[in-house]
């Protein structure tokens, strides 16, 4: 029941029409740096966002790691050697074209990001002389102290300045429009992409834009299998509106994805089994190298990837002997031993040598720069630490100097999740790409989390970037087509419909988000068997066909929470249909078969997958379908000055 | 007895992720127009906090406190299940 009058004109119907040379789709990481970049080079830029940019998507309200800037004057890797270590450390299983450009490209943004008005710098010495600090750039490292890939950012201060930068070069900026569908030529799936259409999420106002290029920057899916009602915006890691629009919206558009049929054990969220994120006792991301002590006050050791106990603080940012880097950071959970840094010794071996639960994250004994810079820096940077960790905890009372935060569970995560409470996390997947970040559909391109093999901030940042390069070059080879009338009208028609239902006895987008993370945690959660894969696309279908025809919704936001749901049906859909084209286990993948006995294993592949007339039509790529990184990144972008951050 | 229902239409939130001071908040709206879930609407009387249409949906980012120009106004709680322990060093063992 509503008590509340709407307090929004309700704008059903109405239709408005922008027109661009390049449309961006969605305005968080990814969206603003290839909307800068397009209209940088003289495009027209019409960017579209379901919140509002200033501060909204996964990286909206800060970060504090930039990671794989391998370029940067204090690096001890090359980009094609870090790339590579990414390859390899998945088995292959990895984007190697867009993580190339994350290596190569992401110092340059980070520059750009400055001159923006961004923090990259400890400008203040508040941390001079740190081992993690060069005094002469003023940079800050965190991991690997000696091959210092990975930045320690302000990243509260990065969104709105992308977001500055946009408006002084004239992007249009649409916000809280959800972008519900992409226009192709003629209407045919697979066909070129003449733009998109969207709906206002306070007034309901429908829009249609129309342009030469579009970039698809969207969230990855989520809420697939994890879904509580009363604690929605807690479901999983990322903001709850980014929920995969992007990658349903492609499907029905017939673009083409891979490894859609990766899922992990739940590592992160909120709903009721894990902590606020960096919020709780942990030595991991934001908090590694923190001592981590038992209730007894004693010290529990750091070991190398042999297990040999390091006796000093500074070995915990060090490479074993003989070993050149390690690897660590947000999609790197469990390294291969090539890769493998510093960790405290194993949970099960620490119960056993008698230390006592539970255990605590201990700042106070550590050097004052590393204290400082774990709480006040990377806490109170970090997405959602400084309001709700950082200031709330010390109005609190906490004292790092004084106190110890209690850690749950057994490891980063302070979480504990069941084998069939899966997410997608740790280089999911999504669309296919190119060396310009083309899609299979011409005139669509992408970056950041639409990408398969996605992770980090500086990932989004430099795919952005380079996919609005791109755009932008076809956009001014070639003119603006036709929008088919007709398949603005279906789109209208569906994104409206449940309005016209009647709301007693209909389903709301909470009952039917749950009946979904309910089919996929019986049907595909830890172990895939063909037959129970099948059953459960056939109870998605009967969603698909029996029960959206009975939804309803009582103003334009909850229609966009129920359009969302709509999203996360076909994303689960795709998740089925490339589960049943993987016929073995994959280790890379996380997918494990109960009936993979029925097949013969094969050489690895990656799965492709795609809609052609609606039939859904699976194929093969070679994992590494890209080529040389250098030479072909070199081939693909002789235009580009690297280095030249600032290049308008 | 006090003149309030016992009996209420709207049901009881899991958690109430925002609290307004209202002798604090100036009604600016601040928080509404960065909110990216879109979780509260404006009251209908002027100069009067915002109204939390929406609490499940929090995602307890914090951005409405960050940007508001009234400090105090507005503050933000994790729910209860997600309230974090700490202890004195001293007082362990």
């Given at each position: 029941?509503?008590?509340?009058?709407?307090?929004?004109?309700?704008?059903?119907?109405?239709?408005e029409t922008s027109t661009a040379d390049i449309l961006v789709l969605g305005g968080g990481i990814a969206g603003c740096m290839a909307a800068i970049s397009s209209a940088r080079r003289g495009q027209s830029v019409v960017l579209v966002e379901k919140a509002a940019t200033k501060m909204s998507g996964a990286g909206g309200s800060g970060c504090?790691?930039?990671?794989?800037?391998?370029?940067?004057?204090?690096?001890?890797?090359?980009?094609?050697?870090?790339?590579?270590?990414?390859?390899?450390?998945?088995?292959?299983?990895?984007?190697?074209?867009?993580?190339?450009?994350?290596?190569?490209?992401?110092?340059d943004r980070l520059l750009d990001i400055e001159g923006m008005g961004g923090k990259i710098?400890?400008?203040?010495?508040?941390?001079?002389?740190?081992?993690?600090?060069?005094?002469?750039?003023?940079?800050?490292?965190?991991?690997?102290?000696?091959?210092?890939?990975?930045?320690?950012i302000w990243g509260t201060t990065f969104k709105p300045a992308m977001y500055k930068e946009m408006k002084r070069l004239g992007v249009k900026i649409i916000d809280r429009v959800m972008v519900?569908?992409?226009?192709?030529?003629?209407?045919?799936?697979?066909?070129?992409?003449?733009g998109a259409?969207g709906?206002h999420t306070r007034t309901?106002k429908?829009y249609?834009f129309r342009a030469k290029a579009s970039i698809m920057c969207l969230s990855?899916?989520?809420?697939?299998?994890?879904?509580?009602?009363?604690?929605?915006?807690?479901?999983?890691?990322?903001p709850?509106q980014c929920?995969?629009?992007?990658?349903?919206?492609?499907?029905?558009?017939?673009?083409?994805?891979?490894?859609?049929?990766?899922?992990?054990?739940?590592?992160?969220?909120?709903?009721?089994?894990?902590?606020?994120?960096?919020?709780?006792?942990?030595?991991?991301?934001?908090?590694?190298?923190?001592?981590?002590?038992?209730?007894?006050?004693?010290?529990?050791?750091?070991?190398?990837?042999?297990?040999?106990?390091?006796?000093?603080?500074?070995?915990?940012?060090?490479?074993?002997?003989?070993?050149?880097?390690?690897?660590?950071?947000?999609?790197?959970?469990?390294?291969?031993?090539?890769?493998?840094?510093?960790?405290?010794?194993?949970?099960?071996?620490?119960?056993?040598?008698?230390?006592?639960?539970?255990?605590?994250?201990?700042?106070?004994?550590?050097?004052?720069?590393?204290?400082?810079?774990?709480?006040?820096?990377?806490?109170?940077e970090?997405?959602?630490?400084?309001?709700?960790?950082?200031?709330?905890?010390?109005?609190?009372?906490?004292?790092?100097?004084?106190?110890?935060?209690?850690?749950?569970?057994?490891?980063?995560?302070?979480?504990?999740?069941?084998?069939?409470?899966?997410?997608?996390?740790?280089?999911?997947?999504?669309?296919?790409?190119?060396?310009?970040?083309?899609?299979?559909?011409?005139?669509?391109y992408?970056a950041g989390?639409?990408?398969?093999?996605?992770?980090?901030y500086?990932?989004a940042a430099a795919t952005g970037y380079y996919a609005g390069r791109?755009a932008s070059?076809?956009a001014s080879?070639?003119?603006?087509?036709?929008?088919?009338?007709?398949?603005?009208?279906?789109?209208?028609?569906?994104?409206?419909?449940?309005?016209?239902?009647?709301?007693?006895?209909?389903?709301?987008?909470?009952?039917?988000?749950?009946?979904?993370?309910?089919?996929?945690?019986?049907?595909?959660?830890?172990?895939?068997?063909?037959?129970?894969?099948?059953?459960?696309?056939?109870?998605?279908?009967?969603?698909?066909?029996?029960?959206?025809?009975?939804?309803?919704?009582?103003?334009?936001?909850?229609?966009?929470?129920?359009?969302?749901?709509?999203?996360?049906?076909?994303?689960?859909?795709?998740?089925?249909?490339?589960?049943?084209?993987?016929?073995?286990?994959?280790?890379?993948?996380?997918?494990?078969?109960?009936?993979?006995?029925?097949?013969?294993?094969?050489?690895?592949?990656?799965?492709?997958?795609?809609?052609?007339?609606?039939?859904?039509?699976?194929?093969?790529?070679?994992?590494?379908?890209?080529?040389?990184?250098?030479?072909?990144?070199?081939?693909?972008?002789?235009?580009?000055?690297?280095?030249t951050y600032y290049d308008r | 007895?006090?003149?309030?229902?016992?009996?209420?239409?709207?049901?009881?939130?899991?958690?109430?992720?925002?609290?307004?001071?209202?002798?604090?908040?100036?009604?600016c709206n601040s928080c509404i127009d960065i909110c990216q879930v879109d979780?509260?609407?404006?009251?209908?009387?002027?100069?009067?906090?915002?109204?939390?249409?929406?609490?499940?949906?929090?995602?307890?980012c914090?951005c409405c406190?960050a940007v508001c120009p009234?400090?105090?106004?507005?503050?933000?709680?994790?729910?209860?299940?997600?309230?974090?322990?700490?202890?004195?060093?001293?007082?362990?063992?």
């Amino acid at each position: 029941m509503h008590n509340f009058e709407w307090p929004y004109p309700l704008e059903w119907d109405s239709e408005e029409t922008s027109t661009a040379d390049i449309l961006v789709l969605g305005g968080g990481i990814a969206g603003c740096m290839a909307a800068i970049s397009s209209a940088r080079r003289g495009q027209s830029v019409v960017l579209v966002e379901k919140a509002a940019t200033k501060m909204s998507g996964a990286g909206g309200s800060g970060c504090d790691h930039w990671e794989s800037a391998a370029t940067n004057p204090c690096s001890g890797l090359s980009p094609e050697e870090l790339t590579q270590a990414m390859l390899d450390d998945n088995d292959g299983f990895n984007n190697g074209i867009s993580h190339y450009i994350e290596c190569r490209e992401g110092y340059d943004r980070l520059l750009d990001i400055e001159g923006m008005g961004g923090k990259i710098r400890d400008t203040e010495d508040e941390f001079k002389g740190a081992a993690f600090r060069d005094d002469e750039s003023k940079l800050m490292f965190a991991y690997d102290y000696r091959n210092r890939i990975t930045l320690r950012i302000w990243g509260t201060t990065f969104k709105p300045a992308m977001y500055k930068e946009m408006k002084r070069l004239g992007v249009k900026i649409i916000d809280r429009v959800m972008v519900s569908s992409l226009l192709t030529e003629d209407g045919k799936q697979g066909g070129l992409c003449v733009g998109a259409t969207g709906i206002h999420t306070r007034t309901g106002k429908f829009y249609v834009f129309r342009a030469k290029a579009s970039i698809m920057c969207l969230s990855r899916p989520a809420r697939i299998w994890l879904f509580s009602s009363d604690y929605t915006g807690l479901c999983e890691f990322r903001p709850p509106q980014c929920i995969g629009d992007g990658h349903a919206m492609g499907w029905r558009a017939g673009a083409e994805f891979t490894m859609m049929e990766k899922s992990v054990v739940a590592e992160f969220s909120a709903a009721g089994r894990s902590y606020p994120p960096y919020g709780a006792g942990n030595n991991h991301n934001t908090w590694y190298g923190a001592s981590i002590i038992d209730s007894e006050g004693k010290e529990i050791p750091y070991t190398d990837r042999d297990g040999n106990i390091l006796r000093s603080f500074e070995e915990r940012f060090l490479p074993a002997k003989g070993q050149k880097f390690f690897l660590k950071g947000g999609s790197v959970d469990y390294p291969k031993y090539n890769y493998e840094g510093p960790e405290t010794v194993p949970f099960a071996k620490m119960i056993s040598q008698g230390y006592k639960l539970p255990f605590y994250a201990d700042l106070s004994g550590m050097p004052e720069t590393e204290r400082k810079v774990i709480w006040g820096m990377m806490v109170g940077e970090e997405g959602k630490t400084k309001i709700p960790v950082y200031e709330n905890y010390r109005k609190a009372g906490f004292d790092p100097e004084k106190h110890v935060l209690q850690c749950y569970g057994e490891g980063w995560t302070s979480a504990s999740f069941l084998p069939q409470e899966r997410q997608l996390f740790g280089l999911p997947g999504g669309f296919l790409n190119n060396w310009e970040l083309q899609t299979n559909i011409e005139g669509l391109y992408v970056a950041g989390d639409s990408l398969y093999a996605s992770n980090c901030y500086g990932h989004a940042a430099a795919t952005g970037y380079y996919a609005g390069r791109h755009a932008s070059k076809y956009a001014s080879a070639n003119g603006l087509a036709d929008i088919r009338l007709e398949q603005v009208s279906t789109e209208k028609k569906r994104v409206y419909a449940p309005i016209h239902n009647n709301p007693e006895n209909s389903i709301g987008w909470k009952e039917l988000n749950m009946g979904i993370a309910k089919t996929m945690q019986n049907y595909c959660g830890e172990i895939k068997r063909d037959e129970l894969l099948k059953i459960g696309l056939l109870r998605l279908q009967e969603y698909e066909n029996k029960i959206i025809p009975e939804t309803f919704a009582y103003n334009p936001h909850e229609l966009v929470r129920l359009l969302e749901v709509f999203d996360i049906l076909t994303v689960s859909q795709i998740i089925l249909h490339s589960c049943l084209a993987r016929k073995t286990s994959s280790k890379a993948l996380c997918f494990n078969r109960g009936d993979e006995n029925m097949y013969k294993k094969g050489e690895e592949m990656l799965i492709t997958i795609k809609q052609i007339n609606n039939q859904v039509i699976t194929g093969e790529r070679e994992l590494c379908f890209f080529g040389d990184l250098k030479e072909n990144y070199e081939k693909y972008n002789r235009d580009y000055k690297e280095g030249t951050y600032y290049d308008r | 007895m006090t003149d309030r229902s016992f009996i209420s239409e709207a049901e009881m939130p899991a958690s109430r992720p925002i609290i307004f001071n209202a002798e604090k908040c100036t009604g600016c709206n601040s928080c509404i127009d960065i909110c990216q879930v879109d979780l509260f609407i404006p009251n209908q009387v002027k100069g009067k906090p915002p109204i939390v249409l929406y609490p499940g949906e929090c995602w307890y980012c914090g951005c409405c406190v960050a940007v508001c120009p009234s400090e105090g106004a507005i503050s933000l709680r994790h729910p209860l299940m997600n309230q974090v322990h700490w202890i004195a060093k001293a007082d362990l063992g």
